[in-house]
């Protein structure tokens, strides 16, 4: 069955550091979410992308924050500057419409450890 | 507030048990219902859903209620295995923008 897969499992970065998360959604979706989940926190939602450009974002996603489809299968959520606060794992998701009975498909995601 | 609630926060249960989670949301407006299962280190599945018309669902030894008037929804986990050990997330989507609402999931694990 067809996978989310997401690069790499784990990051660790100094404070200030940019940091770039990838993604390869299933091939066949053509919508993509970027997720968060603090420690012992729920999942929260970041931004949804859609036809190469943003269609809705989360009042966590700030100007620290840019996603983009480099080209057609990888993306990416890049933190500039990164803070202390921004230790997460990141969830990446994909769904093949934007109909919400349609379900997400999430990858294992990647754990940033900011230090 | 869009809220999800999810309790208990985590239960042990012996092999071959049932149990059952609970999760309360008062996300409005409601378009469905989601439980995920989440192995430790691995990303959520989606187990079942459900829309506002329907009251359960199986998936298997899983199946999930939901009454919409209440905005309550139950989890159901029949003959429990070891590898049902997880986090048990219940997630609803609000109608209109179909932004995700996650509860904090229900940690179950499963001993022999």
């Known amino acids: 069955e067809p996978e989310v897969t997401q690069t790499p499992s784990h990051q660790v970065t100094q404070m200030g550091q940019e940091v770039i998360l990838r993604c390869v959604p299933i091939?066949?979706?053509?919508?993509f979410y970027w997720y968060r989940q603090i420690l012992g926190q729920k999942v929260e939602f970041l931004v949804s992308f859609y036809n190469n450009e943003i269609s809705e974002k989360s009042e966590i996603f700030d100007d620290q924050f840019s996603v983009e489809r480099p080209d057609g299968s990888n993306f990416t959520l890049k933190i500039r500057s990164t803070k202390l606060e921004d230790s997460a794992m990141y969830f990446c998701?994909?769904?093949?419409?934007?109909?919400?009975?349609?379900?997400?498909?999430f990858g294992d995601g990647t754990r940033l450890s900011i230090l | 507030k869009n809220q999800v609630e999810q309790s208990p926060q985590s239960l042990i249960i012996l092999e071959g048990k049932n149990c059952t989670l609970q999760?309360?949301?008062?996300?409005?407006?409601?378009?469905?219902l989601r439980w995920y299962k989440q192995d430790t280190g691995r990303g959520p599945v989606s187990l079942t859903i459900m829309t506002f018309s329907e009251n359960t669902k199986s998936n298997g030894r899983y199946t999930a209620t939901l009454d919409a008037d209440t905005k309550q929804s139950s989890l159901h986990i029949t003959a429990s295995q070891l590898s049902d050990s997880a986090s048990y997330i219940c997630?609803?989507?609000?109608?209109?923008?179909?932004?995700?609402?996650f509860g904090k999931g229900n940690q179950v694990v499963v001993i022999p």
């Open positions: 998701a994909s769904s093949v419409s934007g109909n919400s009975n349609q379900p997400q498909h």
């Open positions: 997630v609803v989507t609000r109608g209109g923008n179909n932004r995700l609402a």
């Open positions: 091939s066949n979706h053509l919508y």
């Open positions: 999760c309360n949301y008062t996300v409005s407006p409601f378009s469905n």
